[in-house]
Nanobody, 127 residues
């Protein structure tokens, strides 16, 4: 059974930085499409960043380009989201998602592509 466990969420001041992690267990695939999504209260879930761990291709939402970086550590089966220049509008529950058995996609931020989800980690940015 594939499990995703997010960690690292915290409360930070605007302009600050934070790195959140997604640890994967129970998978038999060495490569997968993985992504970070977020959902703020009263809003729909939106894709933030995606990565194909087999080749390193990445994709970002326009709202986070230049501020957020998704990366991987295959030895640790972990995907990270480095968030810099945080804004109050980045406040949300951040979820990790995974799709196995297929490669990169032109739409990595489409939540319908993903089969496995974590429970989320809260990021709060205060002004």
């Amino acid at each position: 059974q594939v499990q995703l466990v997010e960690s690292g969420g915290d409360s930070v001041q605007a302009g600050g930085s934070l790195r959140i992690s997604c640890a994967v267990s129970g998978s038999t695939y060495s490569s997968a499409l993985m992504a970070w999504f977020r959902q703020a209260p009263g809003k729909e879930r939106e894709g933030v960043a995606g990565i194909y761990t087999g080749g390193g291709s990445t994709g970002y939402a326009d709202s986070v380009k230049g501020r957020f970086t998704i990366s991987q550590d295959n030895a640790k089966n972990t995907v990270y989201l480095q968030m810099n220049s945080l804004k109050p509008e980045d406040t949300a529950m951040y979820y990790c998602a995974r799709r196995e058995g297929r490669g990169w996609t032109a739409s990595p931020l489409n939540e319908n592509k993903y089969d496995y989800w974590g429970q989320g980690t809260q990021v709060t940015v205060s002004s």
